[in-house]
């Protein structure tokens, strides 16, 4: 009896998710599935990020952005100060407008454009303050529409020029890892 192509194919996944479980397993190589935190980092607690640019009250939704989005990661929990195993600090240091799209009608007038934010991160250990991950540069965009006048227009875009921040962030503190010892 000739075996059909679907049999083939059932046999194949198998092996597939085998040898991709195999290749996933704690210890190879020294890469974990999941979050790459030391295990006992379990906590952590996000003060109001520090916001070194000109624009104002940047560092209230970035720092709920943030909070927010270790929330849905699930890898780590958010405690008060005294509670934590970890502290992220985050300093906002650059936030900038670029214009991506122009009127047809006036060059030089910009219709769309495109928001970056800026953090340096740090987080540390609560007990000892040694730094776990670090990155001096994450940057989170979105771009906008300008629709009437241009704060309310930056306004539209903060939401998710901080959402896609704190998910870099987040990604950046939980991914980080250090080769085996």
Same mark, same amino acid.
């Given at each position: 009896?000739?075996?059909?192509?679907?049999?083939?194919?059932?046999?194949?996944?198998?092996?597939?998710?085998?040898?991709?479980?195999?290749?996933?397993?704690?210890?190879?190589?020294?890469?974990?599935?999941?979050?790459?935190?030391?295990?006992?980092?379990? #906590?952590?607690?996000?003060?109001?990020? &520090?916001?070194?640019? !000109?624009?104002?009250?940047?560092?209230?939704? /970035?720092?709920?952005? %943030?909070?927010?989005?270790?929330?849905?990661?699930?890898?780590?929990?958010?405690?008060?100060?005294?509670?934590?195993?970890?502290?992220?600090?985050?300093?906002?240091?650059?936030?900038?407008?670029?214009?991506?799209?122009?009127?047809?009608?006036?060059?030089?007038?910009?219709?769309?454009?495109?928001?970056?934010?800026?953090?340096?991160?740090?987080? #540390?250990?609560?007990?000892?303050?040694? &730094?776990?991950?670090? !990155?001096?540069?994450?940057?989170?965009?979105? /771009?906008?529409?300008? %629709?009437?006048?241009?704060?309310?227009?930056?306004?539209?875009?903060?939401?998710?020029?901080?959402?896609?921040?704190?998910?870099?962030?987040?990604?950046?503190?939980?991914?980080?890892?250090?080769?085996?010892?």
């Amino acid at each position: 009896m000739k075996k059909k192509p679907a049999d083939k194919a059932r046999r194949a996944v198998p092996i597939g998710a085998l040898l991709l479980l195999l290749a996933l397993q704690p210890g190879c190589a020294g890469y974990r599935l999941g979050s790459m935190l030391p295990p006992d980092i379990r #906590t952590v607690h996000v003060p109001t990020f &520090v916001n070194e640019t !000109d624009e104002p009250l940047l560092e209230i939704e /970035t720092t709920r952005a %943030a909070i927010s989005e270790i929330q849905r990661d699930g890898s780590l929990r958010i405690a008060g100060a005294a509670q934590a195993d970890a502290q992220l600090s985050v300093r906002l240091v650059d936030f900038r407008l670029q214009p991506i799209a122009f009127d047809r009608q006036q060059r030089a007038a910009a219709e769309e454009y495109r928001m970056f934010i800026t953090a340096s991160i740090t987080m #540390t250990r609560a007990d000892t303050g040694q &730094v776990i991950a670090s !990155d001096p540069r994450v940057t989170g965009e979105a /771009t906008f529409i300008l %629709a009437g006048d241009m704060t309310s227009s930056k306004q539209s875009a903060l939401p998710d020029a901080s959402r896609d921040l704190a998910h870099l962030i987040i990604s950046r503190v939980v991914e980080a890892w250090e080769p085996p010892q």
